[in-house]
C-alpha cells in the first residue's frame, strides 16, 4: 500500500483548501459557513482556469496549476475575511474520513480494467492530458482529432497529478478518493449551513445529507430483504407489485443476503441506469457525473447566499448571481454537458424565482411592493416568473461565453427526443421512494401554515396531477409533481426554506425526463444515458434537502434557538422516518463495502492492498505489459493502431482488444472503442475500422497511403491483432522496423526520418 502518497495527497487536499478558506469565508459569511466549499472553490479555479489558459498552445500543464492556486492565495488574501481555523475543522474531519473510505475501497480493487463501466475512457483521458500542452488533447481513440466529450473533470485531476509528481497509476485513485472526499464535506457543510441558519441542528443536518449522498442507496436492497423474510407467495406478490420482470420476480423470490451483489440496484428501471454515488465508487469510473457533484453543489450554494441576501444589497447579489454563478456552471458544462442546465438555468430559473427578494431587483435595482390586492399579485407572480426566466437566460449564456472554446470546438450534439417508454410506479419507488417518504412527510406538516385557500389549490393540483397521469401513463405525474406544485406554494407563500427549492429542482427533472430525453445514435429510441446522468444530479440535489427536512420533521433544534418545533408525536414521527429511511438506505452499504473488501481483486490477492490502477496488466496480461510500457513512455502523442472496433472487453483469444495500448497510455491509435460512433458519426468510425483492417492486411501501397494519411509512427501487433486480422502483411514494407516486446511485436514507422 502506497501510504506515502495517501499522506501526501490528504495533505494536499486540505492545504488547498485552507488557502480558499479565507475566499470562502468572505463569500459565504464567515469560516462555519464558507468552509465546506473551500476545496470546491479550489477545483472550480483549478478547472477554468486550467482550461482557460490550456486553450492557448503550450500554456496546458504544470505552470498552469502553479499560477492558478498562486492566483487564489491572491484573491483569498485579497477578499480574505477573518478566519477562523476551529470552524473549519468538521468539514475537514468528514472529508478525511470520505478520503480514507474510498482509499479503502480501492485499495481492494485498484485496477482500471474495462469490464463493468468506463475506467478505460477515464484512465485513457487523464493520460491525454497528462501527455498534451494545450486543450482539447487529441483523442486517444480518434487520432488526428481532438477529443469529443466532456473532460472538465479530468482537467483538475490532471492538474492535480501534475502539481503532486504523481505517476498516473496511482493518481487515478487518489483523484477519485478526493472527489468523493469533497462531495461529501461540501455537502456537509452547505446542509449545516442551512440548517444554522433556520434554527436546526447543523451537525444533525450535516451528517444526514454526507450519509445520503456518500452512503445511503436506493431501496432495491431493502426491500430484497423484506422479500426474502416473507413467505414465497408474498414476496413473489411483492416483486409483481413493483413491476420486476418475469425472471426478475423468480431472482427476487430465491434471493438472500448470500446473494448480494452490488451491481443490481443499479439497473431497476428497464433501459436504463440507476446509479447512486455508493455504486459509483464501488465501481470505481473517474466519471463525469461523479465528479460535477462538488461543483454543483457550490453553485447551489452559492445561489443560497444569494437567496439570503437582502433586495437592498444589489452589489452582492449580482455578484453572487451574475458574477460567480455564470463561471462556475458554465465549467460545470465542460465536466458534465448533462448538469449545466441544470446548473446555469434550472437553479438560477428557482432561486430568481422563488426567492424573498424580486429578480427584477437585479436589472432595475428598485425593490418592487407586494400588492395586497389578488389580481394585482397574479400580475406580479407572472412579472417575477418572466423576469426569472430572463435572469436565468441571461445567466446561461454568460456560462456559455466563459467556456467558449469547449462548445465550439470539443462538444457534441445529439437530438432531443419526446415521449419515451415511461417509468412505472414500482420502479419510482424503487429509485426513489426513501427520499419521497421523507418529502412527502415533510410537505404535510408544512402544509399546515398555508391558508385554507392555498391548501384547496395544492389538493386540487395534486389530484389533477394524478388524473393525468394516469390518463396519459406517466406515474410520475401523480407521484412526483406535487412535490414541484406544493413545493412552489410553500416557498411563494415562505412557508418553507431553502431545502424545498431542492426538492423542486430533483422532482422537475424526474418529471421532466418522463417526456423528454436525449436520443442516442445507435438506439434512438433509448433514454439509458438520460436517466443515468439526470438522476445523478437528482441525488445530489436530494441529498441536503432530505438531511434539512428530516432534522425540522424530527425538531432537532439548535441549541437556544427560538424557532417553531413540530409537536411531541410529530417529532417523534419525524426520528422514527428518520431511522427508517436511515436503515434501508443505509442497508446497501453494510453489505456491499464488506462484500467488496472480501472480493479482493486478483491484483490485491497477489500484491496485497494497493492504488496501482494498472498493475492488473503485469497479472492478466503479462504478454503484453511490456510492449504497453514501451508505448507509455513515447514522448507526446505519436498515432499508433490497434485492432479495431474495440469495446469493453480485453479478451485476445476472442479478437477483443479493448484499445488497451492506447487506453492505459493517453497514445492515440486509429480507431478504438465503438463510443466514436455516438461520438463523431457512424460512417466516419466505420471507416477508420476499414482503414485499420487495410493497414494491417492490405496491399503495400494502401498501406503506405493509410500510413502517411493518419500519420502513423507505430503499428502493434498483439495476440488481438494476430486472432482477429490473421495474416498479417504491415511487417514486410521496408518503411517499418519491429521492436519485440513480450508477446507483442510494435512496428516502427521510419519512413520521413
Request: aromatic content about 10%.
Amino acid at each position: 500500500m502506497e501510504y506515502g502518497l495517501v499522506l501526501a495527497w490528504g495533505v494536499a487536499y486540505l492545504v488547498l483548501g485552507a488557502i480558499a478558506l479565507p475566499l470562502a469565508a468572505r463569500l459565504f459569511g464567515s469560516t462555519a459557513r464558507g468552509a465546506g466549499f473551500a476545496l470546491p472553490l479550489v477545483f472550480a479555479a483549478l478547472g477554468l482556469g486550467g482550461f482557460l489558459l490550456g486553450t492557448v498552445p503550450g500554456l496546458f500543464g504544470v505552470p498552469v496549476a502553479v499560477v492558478v492556486v498562486a492566483g487564489l492565495a491572491a484573491a483569498s488574501y485579497y477578499f480574505g475575511a477573518e478566519v477562523d481555523i476551529r470552524d473549519a475543522a468538521a468539514p475537514g474531519v468528514v472529508f478525511l474520513l470520505g478520503f480514507a473510505f474510498v482509499v479503502l475501497l480501492r485499495a481492494f480493487d485498484p485496477g482500471v480494467a474495462p469490464l463493468g463501466g468506463e475506467k478505460f475512457l477515464d484512465f485513457g483521458l487523464l493520460r491525454s492530458l497528462l501527455r498534451t500542452d494545450t486543450l482539447p488533447p487529441e483523442d486517444m481513440w480518434f487520432a488526428n482529432e481532438p477529443i469529443q466529450y466532456y473532460y472538465g473533470g479530468h482537467v483538475i485531476a490532471a492538474l492535480l497529478t501534475e502539481l503532486l509528481s504523481t505517476a498516473p497509476r496511482y493518481a487515478y485513485n487518489l483523484a477519485l478518493a478526493g472527489f468523493y472526499a469533497t462531495a461529501v464535506s461540501t455537502v456537509y457543510g452547505f446542509a449545516a449551513m442551512v440548517a444554522d441558519d433556520a434554527g436546526y441542528s447543523p451537525v444533525a443536518a450535516g451528517a444526514l445529507s454526507a450519509f445520503f449522498l456518500g452512503i445511503a442507496s436506493n431501496l432495491y436492497t431493502a426491500t430484497q430483504f423484506v422479500g426474502w423474510l416473507l413467505p414465497d407467495g408474498l414476496a413473489r406478490t411483492l416483486a409483481g407489485a413493483l413491476g420486476l420482470g418475469s425472471q426478475a420476480v423468480s431472482e427476487f423470490v430465491a434471493w438472500s443476503p448470500a446473494d448480494f451483489y452490488y451491481w443490481s440496484a443499479s439497473r431497476l428501471i428497464d433501459g436504463a441506469i440507476t446509479e447512486f454515488p455508493l455504486f459509483a465508487y464501488l465501481n470505481g469510473d473517474l466519471h463525469a457525473h461523479m465528479m460535477d457533484v462538488p461543483l454543483l453543489l457550490l453553485v447551489a450554494g452559492l445561489l443560497y447566499a444569494y437567496w439570503r441576501t437582502p433586495a437592498e444589497e444589489l452589489r452582492r447579489r449580482r455578484l453572487l448571481a451574475l458574477g460567480l454563478v455564470p463561471p462556475i456552471a458554465g465549467y460545470i458544462g465542460v465536466v458534465n454537458t448533462w448538469s449545466l442546465p441544470t446548473a446555469a438555468l434550472g437553479l438560477p430559473f428557482l432561486v430568481y424565482a422563488l426567492a424573498p427578494a424580486a429578480p427584477r431587483s437585479l436589472l432595475t435595482g428598485a425593490v418592487p411592493e407586494q400588492p395586497a390586492e389578488t389580481d394585482a399579485r397574479l400580475r406580479a407572480e407572472g412579472v417575477r416568473f418572466g423576469a426569472a426566466l430572463l435572469l436565468a437566460g441571461v445567466t446561461t449564456l454568460l456560462a456559455l461565453a466563459w467556456t467558449a472554446p469547449f462548445w465550439l470546438g470539443s462538444a457534441s450534439s445529439r437530438p432531443i427526443g419526446f415521449l419515451p417508454d415511461r417509468t412505472g410506479v414500482g420502479e419510482l419507488l424503487l429509485v426513489h421512494g426513501g427520499f419521497l417518504a421523507a418529502f412527502v412527510a415533510y410537505y404535510l406538516a408544512r402544509g399546515r401554515d398555508l391558508d385554507g385557500r392555498l391548501g384547496q389549490v395544492a389538493v386540487a393540483g395534486a389530484l389533477v396531477l394524478a388524473g393525468v397521469g394516469l390518463v396519459v401513463g406517466a406515474p410520475a405525474l401523480a407521484l412526483v409533481a406535487p412535490l414541484v406544485l406544493g413545493g412552489w406554494l410553500l416557498l411563494r407563500t415562505e412557508s418553507a426554506g431553502y431545502e424545498t427549492l431542492l426538492v423542486v429542482a430533483g422532482a422537475g427533472i424526474v418529471v421532466l425526463i418522463e417526456f423528454v430525453y436525449i436520443a442516442e445514435p445507435q438506439s434512438p429510441d433509448s433514454r439509458l444515458n438520460t436517466v443515468f446522468k439526470l438522476y445523478a444530479q437528482v441525488w445530489a440535489l436530494w441529498a441536503p434537502a432530505a438531511g434539512l427536512v428530516l432534522v425540522r420533521l424530527a425538531g432537532l433544534v439548535r441549541e437556544r434557538a427560538s424557532v417553531p418545533t413540530p409537536g411531541r408525536r410529530t417529532a417523534v414521527a419525524g426520528r422514527v422516518l428518520l431511522v427508517v429511511l436511515v436503515a434501508t438506505t443505509g442497508l446497501y452499504g453494510a453489505l456491499a463495502v464488506p462484500s467488496h473488501i472480501d472480493a479482493a481483486s486478483p491484483t490485491a490477492n497477489e500484491r496485497g492492498p494497493t492504488l496501482d490502477a494498472t498493475a492488473f496488466v503485469e497479472i492478466r496480461h503479462a504478454g503484453e505489459a511490456p510492449a504497453i510500457e514501451y508505448i507509455s513512455q513515447l514522448e507526446g502523442q505519436p498515432t499508433i493502431v490497434t485492432a479495431a472496433p474495440a469495446g469493453y472487453r480485453w479478451n485476445p483469444s476472442d479478437g477483443n482488444g479493448a484499445s488497451a495500448p492506447a487506453s492505459l497510455t493517453g497514445v492515440p491509435t486509429v480507431a478504438g472503442w465503438y463510443h466514436e460512433r455516438q461520438y463523431r458519426s457512424p460512417e466516419a468510425y466505420e471507416q477508420r475500422v476499414t482503414d485499420v483492417l487495410e493497414l494491417y492486411t492490405g496491399e503495400p501501397a494502401t498501406q503506405r497511403r493509410l500510413i502517411e494519411q493518419y500519420d502513423v509512427r507505430y503499428i502493434y501487433v498483439g495476440p488481438t491483432e494476430r486472432t482477429k486480422y490473421g495474416d498479417i502483411t504491415v511487417g514486410a514494407l521496408d518503411s517499418v522496423e519491429p521492436i519485440e516486446r513480450g508477446d507483442v511485436t510494435i512496428y516502427r514507422v521510419t519512413s520521413g526520418e
